[in-house]
């Protein structure tokens, strides 16, 4: 019963897509140096070229699929995650090659003096009449194109290059997807990772948690990096086998209540990822967490009285939420938190300098601006926090002027002012990639988001077992919640949480994180195609006889027995 | 339109078609057919398969979530801006501040119409453009400063409309020239620089104003002190001069003294005009024919009818019993306060209006078209350039000796340097018409009225012509006389000051007993000269204020005298 090949779409349809979009990534390169030039700046030329060498090992990795692996699954969500990669890319590129952006203090003011003077010079050259130009540049002077003083831009070497973070991060990327690939389409590590899912949990907490513990900084660890982004593909793993092991039993519900002794156990090992993240304050990180276990879990178990309860209690979380926000605590809710919701309602209005969550951070402010306030003079108090929350809202109102700024068809690769939005190549990809391409420009990120998650259902939708059926919800939930979750806090539908965007933030382990959780899918998509049909269970069966061996682990499993 | 804007949108264009096509392709393989399970467990109805109704339904929660994105997208793009809060703040958009460095505001240009005579220009240092205020701070209070973070004032704010480059739809980023339009103005560049020199030599806050006659043109406004208008830049001292302008009005240099208002716009500061005022008097007397008075001026002082404090002159002297044109030239303020009062309040008020200055602090005039204009009225012109309204107290609650006491301009009489330029104007100008003055050249001609007569101008000028040749002014002039003639009147008004300690607070002389405090004051007596010159075809009128400078002939004549030497070098006064 084979139906899945002819399902999919062709290996060559795809290969002609990503060579449209190499093709693409080439244009939009050649007009970020053209406009960088224009403004009075040269990208490096060598970057641009190892950039779009980095597709290589992609392309590598797609041609190996379909030759080597003779891939029958559906290659449409890496041809979406190749066009959002190669999207990303450029507008690192054209954010880090200008030498304004990532600068500071007077390197930063002089780079951006320099771009303000090229275009000064420019409309002198086109607006000035002779006797001006000549009373600027002396008698018969020309005009120059730049300002003298130009900025250094160093090219680097070529080992240095290869060396590069940028390098190596999207080779691990193809890698890690290879990688994830031959894992998964394997029936026994599949088999295994179901069996030991409460182990695999808590052996991923651990380090994590010590981690968590030892370097985290206000959820950065040693500098900008997070090197616990690929524990969200062992948590989800963990909690996939947890589920499809005991989703029949949390199903016999009474008031639409799962019997309490199944409860208790499964709640330990959805709390096992979120208390880490709570502790880490990546509350962007624990919602998505929370989205995810929340839907496989409505997937599995399919109770619409626990819908509903779910819903309310989300609506009672809020309300106790924006209830308490007056008070003088927040009872262990960090004060980042109501900031960020404050942020959210109020972008432009300041909150009050004397509420809890927001008083310290204004000291704070007042101490790096080396400013005195008279607490007494309402007037000059309500000046300087305005100017403290301006500071604070800067990101978001930068990006949303920047979206605005885009119009529909954008200002143009390098020609927008991407480079005025703090941290616009991790958390803030989005505005910055809107305000150069446009509406258009979100739509095809949207679209491509769209698109792995229509893929990604389908893949859910034709796994025969529960708990491969949970692995590619879980992903497709994944790539969704984060991206939706990203965009939406820069568009301000939902409160900033500075999570990255998937496969256009390049925030190194979040890439790689993101191809291999890709590379699951493809292999999940694969077994659907090829597996001749059989569950996992069937695998296992299968196994065991062929192997003689009766396993005591079998159908459902029976983790929660442990706990029972 | 550039061409990586080109390549952009073939980029996105290309991509969203891109997108479209694996879309469809998706779309079409949404659901691969069921996996036909033969395992009963799977199909049962708690089984993996059944569990694929509530995926169908999460595909299409997320399918209507992403499809809010764009919407939101759409509406920062399209909607947004009709919002205030997003338009205000949009005020704070760093890509504001970009887009305006990047464009190029318009030059001002002296009368000459060089481009090197400019007062605001471009200046080129190693292919740097940067704003340039060549006069720096002699012309300051005219042409203002220009900051992104602080604002601008002077003429960088007042015709802002004028000199800001448009900005063009596609922004500079897209090859066009943002390059605002040039403004012309009436002053004479080398006569401001001479004249703000002049007024630095006599090391006193001081002020002058010089109008080119009969075209009522503002050459030369000057005030000492003065700031760099570059000195906008340097944050901490800019809001030091902002605080002190707040604190001490009185010892800015922000203040533009010939206008009365801060060069940042505001309200307005007066002084009193002193015995220059009776220039005012002796215009009303002479036009109604009342010339043959003769009043005595006693050594006990004039006592006005019904007030028991008589008027004394200045330095106590005597005049005896003189004519008009005695009084005048020695500046007799007994026979001035008596003509005055001979000459009524319904009179004096007559003559007041004619000048457009208030007679009546009830009578609520706070601005009046001062200025003539060229093209219509520049946004906030008012506020920076229209000197405060001129005014006196000529209504019935005003007593005898408040009328007499403005007669020789003390008392409740408020006037600002440029009103006085203006009213000595009035009497050069041979038709008598009141001086409608104008900082653009070539605007249209039109007076508010007759002032005086022709005939009454003539005399006037014969009398302030007698006042250098022999009156009070004869010995500031006596080293000029044989090459130039001029006409004048001094003045020496008192006024009573706050007195201020060095950090720009007043200084309190006591507490009384309800705990108000009661600050220090200091007399100050300020030097005044109004005049023309040359004396028989005059070219140039002007007003001198010389702040605490003693006597009009010790401070504000011998300034009068250089400038009227400074323009006849630079050929002001040649008739062409």
Sequence with gaps: ?564 | MLLPKVLTIIFSVVALLIVVVLGWAAWNHRSSTSPTVADAEATSPIGPVAANRWLQGLRWLLAVVITLVPITHAYWVFLAESSDSFAQARTLDARSRRLADSRLKGWVIDRSGKLDHSLIRYRADRGAISREYPLGPAAVHLTGYSDFVFGSGGIEYGYRSVLDAPPTSTGPLSGSAEVGKDLAITIDSALQRELFEILQGTGKPSAAVVILLPENEVIAMASVPSFDPLVVRDEREWQRLIRQAELAPERSPLVNRALGRLVTGSPGFYYRPGSTFKLFVASVAVDSGITEERFTCRGEGFVAPGVSRPIRDYANEVHGTIGLEDAFRLSCNQYFAQLGLKLGRERLRAYTRRLGLSADPDDGLRTHDFWRLAQGKPVDFENIFSPPPSRLNLSTKATNYDIALQCFGQGYADLTVIQMAALVASVANKDGMVASLTLEPGAPKKTPGPFVSPSAAEKLRKMMQSVVESGTAAGAFSRARGHMTAGGKTGTADRDLIAYGPDDKPLVARIDAEGHPHYKHVAVTDSWFVGFAPADNPRIAFAFIVENGGAGAHSAAPAAVRLIESATALGVLKKD
């Excluded at chain 1, 500071?391 to 020609?415: E, H, K, Y």
């Excluded at chain 1, 497709?476 to 496969?503: H, K, S, V, W």
């Design chain 1, 1 to 564: 019963m084979r139906t899945a090949s002819a399902q999919r779409t062709k290996p060559s349809f795809n290969l002609l897509a990503v060579v449209a979009i190499v093709t693409l990534a080439v244009l939009g390169y050649v007009a970020v140096i053209w406009s960088a030039e224009f403004r009075g700046y040269s990208p490096s030329k060598a970057v641009a070229v190892r950039d779009l060498t980095l597709f290589a090992p992609l392309v590598a990795v797609f041609i190996w699929l379909v030759r080597r692996q003779r891939f029958r699954g559906e290659l449409v969500p890496f041809t979406a995650a190749i066009l959002l990669f190669a999207f990303g890319m450029l507008t690192q590129y054209r954010l880090f090659s200008d030498p304004e952006y990532g600068a500071r203090g007077v390197e930063r003011t002089r780079a951006r003096e320099i771009k303000t003077q090229t275009l000064r010079l420019r409309s002198v050259s086109a607006g000035y009449d002779v006797e001006k130009k000549a009373l600027l540049f002396g008698q018969g002077g020309e005009v120059p194109e730049k300002p003298a003083g130009q900025i250094q831009t160093t090219e680097r070497t070529a080992g240095a290059l290869l060396t590069s973070v940028n390098t190596l991060v999207p080779i691990g990327a193809a890698l890690a997807l290879a990688a994830a690939f031959i894992l998964f389409r394997n029936d026994r590590v599949l088999l295994f990772l179901q069996k030991h899912s409460l182990a695999i949990g808590l052996a991923t907490l651990v380090p994590f948690a010590a981690l968590v513990i030892g370097f985290a900084d206000e959820g950065k660890f040693l500098g900008q990096t997070t090197p616990w982004e690929p524990v969200k593909v062992l948590f989800l793993v963990s909690f996939a086998g947890a589920l499809s092991a005991s989703y029949r039993r949390l199903g016999r519900t009474r008031w639409g209540l799962p019997p309490f002794r199944y409860v208790v156990p499964f709640a330990v090992i959805t709390a096992l990822p979120i208390l880490p993240f709570f502790a880490l304050s990546d509350f962007g990180q624990m919602l998505v967490f929370f989205g995810v276990y929340f839907t496989l879990y409505m997937i599995a178990v399919r109770k619409k009285a626990q819908l509903v309860y779910a819903l309310a209690m989300v609506v009672i979380v809020f309300g106790i939420f924006f209830a308490t926000s007056g008070l003088r605590t927040g009872f262990g809710v960090p004060g980042r938190v109501y900031q960020r919701f404050h942020m959210w309602t109020h972008t432009w209005e300041p909150p009050d300098p004397a509420a809890w969550w927001w008083k310290r951070d204004f000291e704070r402010y007042l101490k790096a601006k080396n400013l005195t306030v008279d607490m007494t003079d309402q007037q000059d108090v309500a000046q300087r926090n305005s100017e403290a929350w301006s500071d604070r809202a800067m990101q978001l109102s930068q990006g949303i002027f920047g979206v605005n700024n885009g119009r529909t068809t954008g200002a143009g690769f390098g020609l927008g002012f991407p480079e005025t939005i703090p941290v616009s190549d991790s958390d803030f990809v989005y505005a910055a990639a809107v305000e150069e391409t446009g509406l258009i420009g979100g739509l095809v990120i949207t679209g491509a988001i769209a698109i792995l998650m229509l893929t990604g259902v389908a893949i859910s939708l034709g796994s025969a077992d529960m708990f491969t059926k949970l692995i590619a919800a879980g992903l497709t939930c994944f790539f969704c919640l984060q991206a939706i979750i990203n965009i939406a806090g820069e568009l301000r539908m939902l409160p900033m949480t500075g999570i990255t965007l998937p496969f256009v933030s390049h925030g190194g382990w979040s890439l790689i994180t993101s191809f291999a959780m890709l590379g699951m899918l493809l292999a999940l998509s694969h077994r659907n195609a090829t597996a001749a049909p059989r569950s996992l269970h069937e695998a296992e069966m299968h196994q065991n006889h062929a192997s003689e061996a009766v396993s005591v682990l079998h159908k459902d499993s029976t983790i929660m027995s442990h706990f029972g």
